[in-house]
């Protein structure tokens, strides 16, 4: 008969650390009954499709925008007279400083564009009805934050281009009637520039993201976990519906473990690794090449992109009217852009319940619908699609600045940098005509076309 030997020491190791595992595991589910919870949350299903993978792509790029933030706040100087300095500091002095701010730029270029990406696949497949229309209107507020976020992002280096932005947003506050100068004052604490460098700090670090970290979370987890998810049409999936009401409360998919774990992980990698590629081999926003802020200087040329570029080029096409009122001059031109984003966001947060008021649909919809089976609601979106592109074409195309000279016995002023675009003078006047015919021809052109195409294809 063979003595029992007494277990390795690896081996006694390994079983102690199984059971102090198990017992720490069935001690927190006796007080916190994590299993009962876990364990359903762990079989549910998600959707296979690709295009589901567009939150979770924004969700990765926010975790990394907080991150690269977070490293950035320890080294930024929020003060008037240093934040310029400070911002060229952190490029060129801080080990690592430069691709950090890379890093978050790219993450917060991202950010919006899959913002933006989910936006349109949920709006052309008519994923807002009933019962997601909470889960819609907190995408819609958080489209708007993450735009107002990234333009207070772009203000903060203090730089030409930085400084020029905030200068038009003081212009455009100063010119709203009675109450222009209080809010003026509020924000930038007096003139221009004030305080303002500060306030903006504040509201970038603190304010905004706060609201964020609130919502995202309760977009992308709490009502997806506690909503079925929407299901994909095939081709003939319509007439199968019709034919059988249940088929659009079924639920297929993979469990979110271990099917869906892996997704989401490969989906974060594949996002931070492409990030930080673009973020090393691709530089941007040279703040010590733009200079420190100079009153009357020249914009360097960085054209907008998501941070003010529909509003920039809508200001531009917009005609340069100024009424007389009681000795007042009022400039109703200055207002136009705003009021219209202002609309444009107002109609998509309610999109869902106007929808429903002109189609009569108050029904649960939980199979998507492809775009051609909705003609207006998809020739609606590219007409809107249109409509912000000939706005932001308003950006493309610059005024060549005159040549400057100088009073003798002093050196020549320095010229303006080129642009992507810069034309004569006669040249941006008809260019600038052409997209004022275009912002209202183009989009009811791009209605028509979409709605006929989609007809043609449900047919």
């Not at 029992?4 to 081996?11: D, G, L, N």
């Not at 892996?262 to 990698?269: D, E, F, I, M, P």
Request: glycine share 8%.
């Amino acid at each position: 008969m063979a003595t029992p030997t007494k277990p390795k020491r690896r081996a006694r190791m390994v079983a102690g650390s199984a059971k102090a595992a198990v017992d720490s595991a069935i001690y927190l589910d006796d007080r916190l009954p994590f299993a009962r919870w876990l364990r359903p949350q762990l079989r549910k299903l998600f959707p296979s499709h690709w295009t589901f993978l567009l939150g979770e792509l924004a969700l990765y790029s926010f975790a990394l925008l907080v991150l690269t933030g977070t490293f950035l706040t320890l080294f930024y100087k929020p003060h008037p007279g240093v934040a310029f300095a400070s911002a060229t500091e952190i490029s060129l002095d801080v080990r690592g400083g430069l691709l950090m701010r890379q890093l978050h730029h790219w993450s917060a270029t991202v950010f919006v564009l899959a913002i933006v990406a989910h936006l349109c696949r949920v709006f052309f497949t008519g994923a807002f009805r009933r019962p997601r229309e909470l889960t819609w209107m907190l995408g819609v507020v958080l489209f708007g934050l993450v735009l107002f976020e990234s333009f207070l992002g772009v203000s903060l280096p203090g730089d030409q281009l930085a400084m020029t932005g905030l200068r038009e947003a003081h212009g455009l506050l100063l010119s709203i009637p009675l109450v222009g100068t209080y809010l003026a004052a509020f924000a930038f604490d007096g003139g221009f520039p004030g305080q303002v460098i500060p306030r903006v700090f504040v509201t970038h670090v603190l304010l905004v993201p706060g609201v964020l970290m609130a919502v995202v979370p309760l977009h992308a987890l709490v009502l997806t976990w506690r909503q079925k998810h929407t299901e994909r049409s095939g081709r003939d999936h319509e007439h199968k519906r019709r034919a059988n009401a249940a088929d659009d409360r079924r639920v297929t998919g993979g469990p979110f473990f271990p099917y869906f774990a892996v997704k989401n992980g490969a989906t974060a990698l594949f996002t931070m690794g492409a990030i930080a590629a673009l973020a090393t081999f691709v530089r941007v926003n040279p703040v010590w090449e733009h200079g420190a802020y100079r009153a009357g200087g020249y914009v360097p040329s960085a054209q907008p992109f998501w941070y003010f570029g529909v509003l920039d080029g809508a200001q531009r096409l917009v005609p340069p009217w100024e009424i007389m009122i009681g000795g007042y001059v009022l400039q109703p031109g200055l207002w136009i852009p705003p009021l219209v984003l202002t609309v444009f966001f107002g109609v998509l947060l309610l999109y869902p319940f106007i929808e429903r008021r002109f189609t009569g649909d108050g029904d649960q919809h939980h199979l998507l619908d492809r775009p051609s089976q909705a003609p207006v609601r998809t020739a609606l979106g590219v007409a809107v699609i249109a409509f912000f592109t000939v706005l932001w074409a308003g950006t493309w195309v610059s005024e060549a600045s005159p040549r400057m000279h100088s009073a003798p016995a002093f050196p020549p002023p320095a010229q303006a940098p080129g642009a992507l675009l810069t034309v004569p003078h006669d040249t941006y006047t008809t260019v600038v005509a052409g997209l004022r015919v275009a912002v209202f021809v183009v989009p009811v052109v791009a209605f028509l076309i979409a709605r006929a195409v989609c007809r043609r294809r449900a047919g």
